[in-house]
C-alpha cells in the first residue's frame, strides 16, 4: 500500500521559534491534508491542499502542495504552548475518500 | 451537542471476548469511517460506508464487522479479542462522495485487551 513519510517524528523548540515538518510519499496524491491530535482528542483538520504548487495557510500555519505532487509541508510560525501536540500529514488518492496518514510529528514547545 | 460521538471512551476486556463500539454523528453527513490508531500513533483506516453502503474495507481480520443501521450510526463489533486489538479506534464522518470534504473525527475508544 501506499505510505508516506513524515519528518522529523519529534521536535522540542522553543517558544516564539518556526516549524517546519514535511511529509515525502513514493506515490501521487490528489490532496494533501494537515491534521493535529491532541491528547485524549481525535485529529483535526488544519489545512487542505488540492492543486500541485499550492501554497494555503491558516493563521500561523502555512502549507504547500508539492510540484511532484509526492511531498508537502507544514511551517508554523512564532509557537505558542498550545501548539503541543501530533501533527499528521494525509494523501488522498482515488475516490470516496481513502486517506493515508503519516506516522506523525510529536511537537513539543517549551516555554 | 457532540457532532461525532463515540461510546464507550474506554474499553477493557478479556481475550476472546466480542465488543462492540458505538458511534453515532448529528452533522447529516453520508459517509462514515473506522480508524485505528496503534500505540505508536499510526492511524489507518479500517473501513468506509457511504449512505449505508460498504465503500472502503480495508486488510482487517473478518473478526471486525461494522454495521450501519442507518446514516447516522455506524457500529464496529469485534469478534474473539486479540490481544493486538488494543489501540485506540476512532470514528469519522465526511459529506460528499467522492470528492474531498473535511473529516470530522469522534474522540475515540480506547480499547485495551487483556
Known amino acids: 500500500g501506499q505510505q508516506l513519510n513524515q519528518s522529523p517524528q519529534s521536535m522540542f523548540i522553543q517558544e516564539g521559534e518556526d516549524v517546519s515538518m514535511n511529509c515525502t510519499s513514493s506515490s501521487i496524491f490528489n490532496t494533501w491534508l494537515w491534521y493535529k491530535q491532541d491528547p485524549g482528542e481525535g485529529p483535526v483538520l488544519l489545512i487542505a491542499l488540492y492543486k500541485a504548487g499550492e501554497l494555503t495557510s491558516n493563521g500561523r500555519l502555512t502549507a504547500q502542495f508539492g510540484i511532484t505532487r509526492k511531498d508537502s509541508f507544514l511551517n508554523i510560525s512564532a509557537s505558542i504552548p498550545s501548539d503541543v501536540g501530533i501533527y499528521f500529514c494525509?494523501?488522498?488518492?482515488?475516490?470516496?475518500?481513502?486517506?493515508?496518514f503519516g506516522i506523525g510529528t510529536k511537537l513539543q514547545v517549551i516555554p | 451537542d457532540t457532532a461525532v460521538s463515540q461510546t464507550p471512551k474506554y474499553l477493557v476486556t478479556q481475550m476472546g471476548n466480542d465488543k462492540s463500539i458505538k458511534c453515532e454523528q448529528n452533522l447529516g453527513h453520508d459517509t462514515m469511517y473506522w480508524y485505528k490508531q496503534d500505540s505508536k500513533k499510526f492511524l489507518k483506516i479500517m473501513f468506509s460506508y457511504n449512505n449505508k453502503e460498504l465503500i472502503i474495507n480495508e486488510t482487517v481480520p473478518n473478526r471486525f464487522s461494522p454495521k450501519s443501521p442507518d446514516k447516522a450510526h455506524l457500529n464496529l463489533h469485534i469478534n474473539s479479542l486479540e490481544l493486538g486489538d488494543s489501540a485506540v479506534y476512532f470514528c469519522?464522518?465526511?459529506?460528499?462522495?467522492?470528492?474531498?470534504?473535511?473529516?470530522?473525527f469522534g474522540p475515540g475508544t480506547r480499547l485495551t485487551v487483556l
Open positions: 469519522a464522518t465526511s459529506n460528499g462522495g467522492r470528492f474531498y470534504n473535511e473529516q470530522f
Open positions: 494525509a494523501g488522498l488518492s482515488g475516490g470516496y475518500q481513502k486517506v493515508t
